[in-house]
């Protein structure tokens, strides 16, 4: 079973930066794709960027810009780097990583990100 294990989640006021960790319990080449979402109380869960094992990368357009996802292969681990944030971020982020071979899909168990004005 695979484990993603998440960190780097807290409190920031607006204009602030975090940076979350994502661990894989193994390589991350594995997947053919890892990504963060965020969902806020009462609202759907939504992709705020990705990373293909080709290293494409895409965001939401809410964090272009802003946002930057990259990898550490040796630690098999990927990271968000949130810059610039505002209270409209403030969410449960969640680490994903998807086979498609398979169909899996695998979640971490959320980090908090919250944002004061």
């Known amino acids: 079973q695979v484990q993603l294990v998440e960190s780097g989640g807290g409190l920031v006021q607006a204009g602030g930066s975090l940076r979350l960790s994502c661990t894989a319990s193994?390589?991350?080449?594995?997947?053919?794709?890892m990504g963060w979402y965020c969902q806020a109380p009462g609202k759907q869960r939504e992709l705020v960027a990705a990373?293909?094992?080709?290293?494409?990368?895409n965001y939401a357009d809410s964090v272009k810009g802003r946002f930057t996802i990259f990898r550490d292969n040796a630690k098999n681990t990927v990271y968000l780097q949130m810059n610039s944030l505002e209270p409209e971020d403030t969410a449960v982020y969640y680490c994903?990583?998807?086979?498609?071979?398979?169909?899996?899909?695998?979640w971490g168990q959320g980090t908090q990100v919250t944002v004061s004005s």
């Open positions: 994903n990583a998807r086979v498609d071979l398979t169909g899996a899909n695998y």
């Open positions: 193994r390589s991350i080449f594995s997947f053919n794709a």
């Open positions: 990373m293909s094992s080709a290293g494409q990368r």
